[in-house]
């Protein structure tokens, strides 16, 4: 079961980029890894998923090196409403098996004006 | 696509009444959704693994007879918190397992449930 390790909070202003690492450093082979966003009394909304190197779609990109054992959220431009809490969550994204989600802490990221 | 819905969004109760909560996964099929509670200023904590057609799987320190899961079908499952009490007020969460047509399967959050018990 891979273990997850984020900043509990970070601060950043209206434009700039924000990256969010994630360390899980027992990650399993055929793990993946997804990030998700929540905001106050709602469920966590997908962001992005992968498994090595570089992922990016149209609202961020994931870094993973080549161990494997962190991977970076990277938000672009971040404005007001990106304020919420992020998670990593890493586990097996194939059919089946024991998948078990377990969420760690998360990151608490607060945007000022 | 990949929308999952929960209903109600929130529900009031009596300390004793029992609450059923209902999570459909809208455009795919799910043979495993997954049932989280969560406290004000907390991560979300796993509380049970369904499986269409099979008893759930609880995790440790879960009551499995308070908690009653149901997997009728491959897009509806639902969590009974029977004689509910004070201390059962929390933020309901279900998610679902999409299966990966063209990579990985990947999980989906309901909207939450808030539920009070006075």
């Known amino acids: 079961l891979a273990k997850t390790t984020q900043p509990i909070s970070m601060d950043s202003y209206e434009g700039q980029e924000v990256n969010i690492t994630c360390s899980h450093n027992?990650?399993?082979?055929?793990?993946?890894i997804t990030w998700y966003q929540q905001f106050p009394s709602q469920g966590p909304r997908f962001i992005i998923q992968?498994?090595?190197t570089k992922v990016t779609n149209e609202v961020a990109s994931l870094f993973i090196p080549a161990d494997r054992k962190s991977s970076t959220l990277s938000l672009p431009r971040v404005s007001l409403s990106d304020t919420a809490v992020y998670y990593c969550?890493?586990?097996?994204?194939?059919?089946?098996?024991?998948?078990?989600?377990?969420f760690g802490r998360g990151t608490s990221l607060i945007v000022h004006p | 696509g990949a929308v999952v819905s929960q209903h109600p969004s929130w529900v009031i109760c009596k300390s004793g009444t029992s609450v059923k909560i209902e999570c459909r996964s809208l455009?795919?099929?799910?043979?495993?959704m997954f049932w989280y509670r969560q406290f004000p200023k907390q991560s979300l904590m796993l509380m049970a693994t369904?499986?269409?057609?099979?008893?759930?799987?609880?995790e440790q320190g879960v009551e499995k007879d308070k908690f009653l899961i149901n997997h009728a079908s491959l897009t509806l499952s639902t969590l009974t918190v029977t004689s509910a009490h004070p201390e059962d007020s929390s933020f309901y969460i279900c998610?679902?397992?999409?299966?990966?047509?063209?990579?990985?399967?990947?999980?989906?959050f309901g909207p939450g449930t808030r539920l009070l018990v006075l």
């Open positions: 369904s499986n269409e057609g099979s008893k759930a799987t609880y």
């Open positions: 992968g498994y090595k």
């Open positions: 998610s679902a397992r999409s299966p990966g047509l063209a990579g990985p399967e990947t999980q989906y």
């Open positions: 969550l890493v586990g097996d994204g194939g059919a089946g098996g024991s998948y078990i989600p377990t």
């Open positions: 027992n990650i399993a082979t055929n793990d993946y």
């Open positions: 455009d795919f099929q799910a043979t495993t």
